[in-house]
């Protein structure tokens, strides 16, 4: 199955086809009144931990570090995932942030995060749950 996630700067207009938006941010954006932004929800859970998301912010690591930091965050708590997944499953996903360059943000990992769990629990469903019965096939003993 596809799956629409796009991302955006919560500083973009709202537009109808945005589907679900969801801020993805552990701080407010500065001079945003909520009920501008049509939001669907702000969801912290996903969003990088306050001490990975400082050590970045102040270049104590590289980009390239907080990258591989946030991606085993989301792995080690997968179950943060699941709310933005229901979102995904029901229609377009916008995810926000307040962040200057997207492409820089965590936003393209946690899409990338997103995609992997949707794929590995679509692919989860078409297995069976269980091995096939076969006692149909047995023939009686005598």
């Known amino acids: 199955m596809s799956y629409a996630i796009v991302i955006k700067r919560i500083y973009q207009a709202a537009e109808e ?3 679900a938006r969801v801020l993805v941010d552990r701080l407010w954006p500065r001079g ?10 702000w969801y912290r859970d996903a969003s990088p931990s306050p001490t990975l998301r400082r050590q ?9 570090v907080f990258a591989v930091r946030y991606r ?20 377009r996903l916008t995810l926000l942030t307040a962040s200057r ?3 820089a943000s965590h936003l393209p990992i946690l899409r990338e995060a997103l995609l992997r ?3 590995e629990e679509d692919a989860a ?3 069976p749950a269980s091995p ?6 047995l023939t009686p003993r005598e």
């Open 101 to 103: 360059d997207l492409e």
């Open 56 to 64: 970045y912010h102040q270049g104590e690591i590289s980009a390239f």
């Open 17 to 19: 086809e945005d589907g």
């Open 117 to 119: 769990a949707l794929r």
């Open 72 to 91: 085993g965050e989301l792995r080690d708590a997968p179950e943060r995932l699941v709310p933005l997944m229901r979102h995904a499953r029901r229609g």
């Open 32 to 41: 945003k009144p909520r009920e501008n932004l049509a939001l669907t929800e």
């Open 132 to 137: 096939p019965c076969l006692a149909h096939r």
């Open 125 to 127: 469903d078409l297995e």
